[in-house]
């Protein structure tokens, strides 16, 4: 595995010449929910967030079995006919490949306004990375990044896919909002990645913490570590939120 050159992360938010408070994030785990009620639910947190009426959010959750790509289609990524997938293919408005959502990956949607934390496209990439690395070694996994290829690897292996969306969800008045994020694959069953070529890398292959680990890991404790994670990674207090009030979030304007 060869690292690309080092970037530095500028944990954002943690005072300095402007003398500025921690920022904080807001969270919650959300449980099982459906793809495109998620990708509402971004839409609707990252609308408010370039208003800045509500602080950077990351939403913790896991999908039902789903295969989701980037803007190009699955191309030729497909191993099997779509009919045959044994799961919807959705289209989404996400950077990357092809890749596999399902019960026992760790999905973290995060929603930053890039501008106030500071970041540019590489560096939250990269930070998000970071994070991922951090939170494998409390189970014992070593997880790298790979030069010109995002996620995290453990050997040849991919253990987290990244596929981000930035853009400017309240027109040229707002922020440069994130949506999208990160998938870990904790417990989930690695059979469905190999109907797919997993993010249109043939040559490689996926695994899991469990795989990896000598035990399971709880999924709730894995979610609990990442978000902490994130917050020091980004430079964040992170602030627990009703997971009922974040899902019935609805924007009102438009």
């Not at 060869?2 to 992360?9: F, G, H, K, S, Y």
């Not at 695994?207 to 979610?223: D, G, Q």
């Amino acid at each position: 595995m060869t690292d690309c050159p080092p970037v530095i992360l500028k944990q954002s938010g943690s005072g300095g010449e402007r003398g500025e408070l921690i920022a904080t994030c807001d969270y919650a785990y959300l449980g099982l929910v459906e793809y495109t009620e998620a990708l509402e639910l971004q839409r609707d947190l990252a609308h408010e967030r370039a208003l800045g009426q509500i602080p950077d959010t990351l939403l913790l959750l896991e999908h039902p079995p789903v295969y989701t790509t980037g803007r190009r289609g699955p191309g030729a990524n497909l191993r099997i006919s779509e009919s045959a997938l044994g799961a919807p293919l959705v289209e989404t408005d996400r950077g990357g490949e092809i890749t596999f959502h399902g019960p026992g990956q760790l999905i973290a949607y995060s929603i930053i306004d890039l501008r106030q934390a500071g970041l540019t496209v590489v560096t939250y990439v990269r930070s998000l990375e970071e994070t991922i690395i951090r939170t494998l070694r409390r189970y014992g996994v070593e997880g790298s990044t790979e030069c010109g290829l995002t996620g995290v690897w453990t050997g040849e292996d991919k253990i987290a896919a990244i596929g981000v969306r930035v853009g400017k969800p309240a027109g040229a008045a707002g922020g440069w909002v994130t949506t999208h994020g990160l998938a870990l694959n904790v417990t989930v069953d690695l059979d469905w990645f190999g109907r797919i070529v997993p993010c249109g890398i043939a040559d490689r292959g996926v695994t899991s913490i469990e795989k990896l680990s000598a035990n399971t890991p709880p999924f709730r404790e894995v979610a609990a570590d990442l978000a902490r994670d994130f917050g020091d990674v980004f430079g964040r207090t992170m602030v627990k939120e009703d997971p009922a009030q974040v899902r019935a979030h609805v924007v009102t304007s438009v």
